[in-house]
């Protein structure tokens, strides 16, 4: 019984590591300003890239992680080239339909991707190989958070048009942004892959994009960490909760959902609530309330 | 009015813009020389936002000429003129959001920056000192502006008055040789315009060429070194301003009489 309680806890931490991968690949693009499901497009690509190469080819683990990585941030690039001209809710849709898209390619590709029969992985992922890759994925953000990258997209987000006043290449960020995202979604879709174990078609389908972001949203998208929070309630969690509830899964994510959209709207991770909390504590202050007051006078 | 001198800041010519049917601009040729504060005056719906959105490459103009400091320019669009050195303000204040007040100011020294991504994601020393320098430089930027003690404040949360001087701060930071200013005392009063004014006038030792869009004459008067009167999207007058607004066309545009 406590063998299969751990068993229980490591698949969820492992789904909920993965899970915050897919996740952040989608908050570089929010970052960008850009409504975007393509994670899972750039997901699949990656672990079918990767399987093939696994199986046919016999790479390890990491040249796949990095074979993965590239096919994710080649088809983003094409992609984000194509249409970042459309407008915010356009674009969405016009990423859904990617999704469909790249489902009808690998049930079609059946050569390479084993077809509606899908595919066994050959190589399984370890937790500390997870741990280990969302750590540099986590690292590699927040350094680009503190770059000239991070001030741009930041800019690009929140105004367009002043962004572009203060010479900020709004399309290039944009396009630069769905690039990473796709690496990133890349190299998550083989860690998914050595995850399960056994990948179809349905591995990367609608599912797992109302998942992914449902991670960022409500895990609170205008910090990467948002993204590792959210992924850990809405992945992890409902892997670990499904063995006392059947359908616990759904229920949970449903009602979690609600909650969250009602009463944390800006998500669980919220550094703009923190920020506006902490300036009314200090106006509420005796110092801060000297400072207003001096402020009024002058 | 056409060619200019190797010293002007800005030079248009014959520049024209309609909407649909609407001809928002006729043919509008201005010349703003280095070092000086340049006002655009006008009544509401003369021309005068539109004109700024042009030069500051929202806009595409339908025929005319711009010259930046000697170079052509009326084919690039917003992000290559900041590079150039154009930085503006807006008349409706336009912050970005969730940003501190010197964080904000930092975000418009973006075009100074010069630390590429590999170094940036390196956390090289250079990228570090970079970081502390645009620090530095906005902690300044906003002494100018007098807003140092609002440093570490959400921008959203200060007053109107000081939101205006957070927008004029951010664009002094990436140290523009030309500041388009769209009316930066709408809704303040009048002590707060004053600091504006003389905020504005100080930029001249600077080096900048500043231009203006104002509503407030008695602003013009005080800081401009010379005012261009748009009506219906034409000049009607171009001169310094004690006597542009003394002549008949301007009053009449002004005042109907």
């Given amino acids: 019984m406590a063998a299969t309680q751990l068993a229980l806890l490591f698949s969820a931490i492992e789904f909920a590591l993965v899970g915050a991968i897919l996740a952040l690949s989608t908050y570089v693009t929010l970052w960008a300003g850009l409504l975007s499901f393509a994670t899972v497009s750039f997901a699949a690509t990656g672990a079918f890239t990767a399987t093939h190469l696994m199986s046919e080819a016999g790479f390890g683990l990491w040249p796949a992680l990095a074979?993965?990585?590239?096919?994710?941030?080649?088809?983003?690039?094409?992609?984000?080239?194509?249409?970042?001209?459309?407008?915010?809710?356009?674009?969405?849709?016009?990423?859904?339909?990617?999704?469909?898209?790249?489902?009808?390619?690998?049930?079609?590709?059946g050569d390479l991707t084993g077809g509606s029969e899908g595919r066994i992985v050959p190589v399984k992922v370890e937790l500390w190989q997870l741990v280990l890759v969302l750590g540099l994925v986590c690292l590699f953000l927040a350094r680009l958070a503190r770059s000239r990258f991070g001030t741009a997209a930041v800019a690009t987000r929140e105004d367009?048009?002043?962004?572009?006043?203060?010479?900020?290449?709004?399309?290039?960020?944009?396009?630069?942004?769905?690039?990473?995202?796709?690496?990133i979604g890349g190299i998550g879709g083989v860690l998914q892959a050595g995850l399960l174990r056994y990948i179809d078609p349905d591995s990367f389908y609608i599912d797992l994009a109302v998942t992914v972001i449902a991670c960022v949203v409500l895990g609170g998208a205008y910090h990467w960490f948002g993204s590792v929070i959210g992924a850990i309630v809405f992945t992890g969690l409902p892997v670990y909760v499904n063995q006392f509830i059947g359908q616990g899964q759904s229920i949970i994510n449903g009602v979690l959902l609600l909650v969250i959209m009602i009463w944390v709207p800006g998500g669980l991770i919220d550094p703009l609530r923190w920020r506006r909390l902490r300036e009314r504590r200090s106006a509420a202050s005796p110092a801060g309330a000297a400072r207003e007051v001096a402020e009024v006078r002058s | 009015m056409s060619g200019g001198q190797d010293g002007d800041a800005l030079v248009i010519d014959g520049l024209a813009k309609r909407f649909g049917g609407l001809s928002v601009l006729g043919s509008v040729a201005l010349t703003v020389p280095r070092d000086a504060v340049f006002g655009v005056a006008g009544p509401n719906g003369a021309g005068k936002t539109t004109l700024l959105n042009i030069i500051s490459g929202l806009l595409p103009a339908d025929a005319g000429t711009i010259t930046l400091f000697g170079e052509p320019c009326h084919h690039l669009r917003a992000t290559a003129l900041a590079r150039m050195g154009v930085a503006r303000t807006f008349q409706n204040i336009r912050l970005l959001r969730g940003l501190t007040v010197a964080e904000q100011v930092m975000a418009g020294g973006y075009r100074l920056r010069r630390v590429g991504a590999a170094r940036g994601l390196a956390g090289t020393p250079r990228a570090r000192a970079e970081q502390r320098d645009l620090r530095e430089r906005a902690m300044e930027v906003l002494a100018s502006v007098g807003l140092a003690d609002a440093a570490g404040r959400l921008a959203e949360t200060l007053p109107y008055g000081d939101q205006r001087r957070l927008e004029i701060a951010r664009a002094l930071m990436s140290k523009p040789r030309l500041l388009l200013l769209d009316e930066p005392t709408a809704g303040m009063n009048a002590a707060d315009w004053a600091g504006i004014g003389e905020l504005v006038a100080g930029l001249r030792r600077t080096g900048t060429a500043v231009v203006v869009v104002e509503h407030n004459m008695r602003l013009i008067q005080e800081i401009c070194d010379q005012v261009a009167v748009l009506a219906s999207g034409e000049v009607i007058a171009c001169d310094v301003p004690a006597r542009c607004l003394r002549r008949p066309e301007v009053r009449k545009a002004y005042f109907g009489k």
């Fill in chain 1, 160 to 183: 367009p048009t002043a962004a572009a006043t203060m010479g900020v290449p709004v399309r290039r960020v944009q396009t630069a942004a769905f690039a990473i995202s796709g690496v």
């Fill in chain 1, 67 to 109: 074979a993965g990585g590239l096919g994710g941030g080649v088809l983003a690039a094409a992609a984000g080239l194509l249409l970042i001209r459309l407008d915010s809710h356009w674009l969405a849709l016009a990423t859904v339909a990617l999704i469909l898209v790249t489902r009808v390619v690998v049930v079609n590709l």
